[in-house]
């Protein structure tokens, strides 16, 4: 079973919006801190946003700061980016992870539960 499941993901233009969501499934949630991260070709897995175990702390990457929002909804079992403004440098595979009590850890090997996941395009 795979533990967190992201989509989303999709084709849009400059300016526009994506909310991406990731579904956490087989692990207590609410004792997960989140991440996002994302990959372009060629290029190192980033630090996107990520959110605290108990919603408290949220930490945003300087080149996203103002257009994306990162939001747990521990009924759903869920976590969500929300992206707006997107630019074609946004584009990349965007990818979620959780940490037991995570506090909004910004490097990929804080993170031990990855998602598969979802390609984002952005067309100019």
């Known amino acids: 079973q795979v533990p967190l499941v992201e989509s989303g993901g999709g084709l849009v233009q400059a300016g526009d919006s994506l909310r991406l969501s990731c579904a956490a499934s087989?692990?207590?949630?609410?004792?997960?801190?989140m991440g996002w991260f994302r990959q372009a070709p060629g290029k190192e897995r980033e630090f996107v946003a990520a959110i605290s175990w108990n919603g408290d702390n949220t930490y945003y990457a300087e080149f996203v700061k103002g257009r994306f929002t990162i939001a747990k909804d521990t009924a759903e079992n869920t976590v969500y980016l929300q992206m707006n403004s997107l630019k074609p440098e946004d584009a990349a595979v965007y990818y979620c992870?959780?940490?037991?009590?995570?506090?909004?850890?910004?490097?990929?090997?804080?993170?031990?539960?990855w998602g598969q996941g979802t390609q984002v395009t952005v067309s100019s």
């Open positions: 087989g692990l207590t949630f609410n004792r997960y801190g």
């Open positions: 992870a959780a940490q037991l009590y995570g506090e909004a850890e910004t490097t990929p090997s804080d993170y031990n539960k």
